[in-house]
């Protein structure tokens, strides 16, 4: 199996502009999970989905961040507009039983 | 609320030392523990797992048991590589579906 799969695996954007991360989880996996990891905060979950379902989107910091989960296949999370503090690594994980989670690689947001 | 602390780091070892990595928690009920691995530049890696008391998490030569008694999940390791240069982030979760709560992350470095 390829793993999670993520793009871009780095984005550099200015503040204001409007950046979408993306997610490919597992094939069969029914839950999926966003994090954000900084050196100051650590890792965060922002929201998980069930069956394509917005469970528990407690962990998302403001109305700016919003994620869809269109399909068992594909997942975004976008930040409109952006600022500087949302600069971190984009962690996308799914997971089959819904405990152990498979972490793809992220994606490094760069906001000047 | 519920947390994981891990000891801190970097924790600076030579090749074939003896490796503790502590983590305790704080939960109500019955958690699950987990060790997560993250290499530079890469996502986190499940690296072992217990759910229920007094089981033994193993891989790679990396093991820890779930103590309730003391409420620790202490990773070790009896002889480590260099190629175990990572950050190890244990990590609890409730329930099924549920977030994985983190510690904060250990760094470990080894030395030739």
């Known amino acids: 199996d390829a793993g999670v799969i993520q793009s871009p695996r780095h984005e550099v954007t200015e503040m204001g502009q409007e950046v979408t991360l993306r997610c490919k989880p597992i094939?069969?996996?029914?839950?999926l999970f966003w994090y954000r990891q900084t050196m100051m905060r650590g890792l965060e979950l922002l929201i998980y989905?069930?069956?394509?379902?917005?469970?528990?989107d407690s962990g998302m910091p403001e109305d700016r961040f919003s994620a869809k989960m269109p399909n068992a296949s594909f997942s975004t999370l976008k930040i409109q507009p952006s600022e500087p503090r949302d600069s971190a690594v984009y962690f996308c994980?799914?997971?089959?039983?819904?405990?152990?989670?498979?972490f793809g690689p992220g994606t490094r947001l760069t906001v000047t | 609320g519920d947390s994981v602390t891990q000891m801190e780091g970097p924790v600076t070892l030579s090749e074939e030392a003896f490796l503790t990595i502590n983590c305790t928690y704080t939960?109500?009920?019955?958690?699950?523990l987990f060790w997560y691995v993250q290499y530079p530049g890469e996502g986190l890696q499940l690296l072992l797992k217990?759910?229920?008391?007094?089981d033994k998490g193993s891989n790679k030569g990396f093991e820890a048991t779930y103590r309730k008694e003391t409420t620790s999940f202490h990773l070790e390791k009896g002889s480590v590589q260099v190629s175990d240069s990572a950050v190890y982030f244990c990590?609890?979760?409730?329930?099924?579906?549920?977030?994985?709560?983190f510690g904060q992350g250990t760094e470990l470095s080894v030395k030739p």
């Open positions: 994980a799914s997971s089959l039983d819904g405990y152990e989670q498979y």
């Open positions: 094939s069969g996996h029914d839950y």
């Open positions: 989905f069930n069956n394509n379902v917005p469970i528990d």
């Open positions: 939960a109500t009920g019955y958690p699950s």
């Open positions: 217990a759910t229920k008391a007094d």
């Open positions: 990590a609890l979760s409730k329930y099924q579906g549920g977030k994985l709560i």
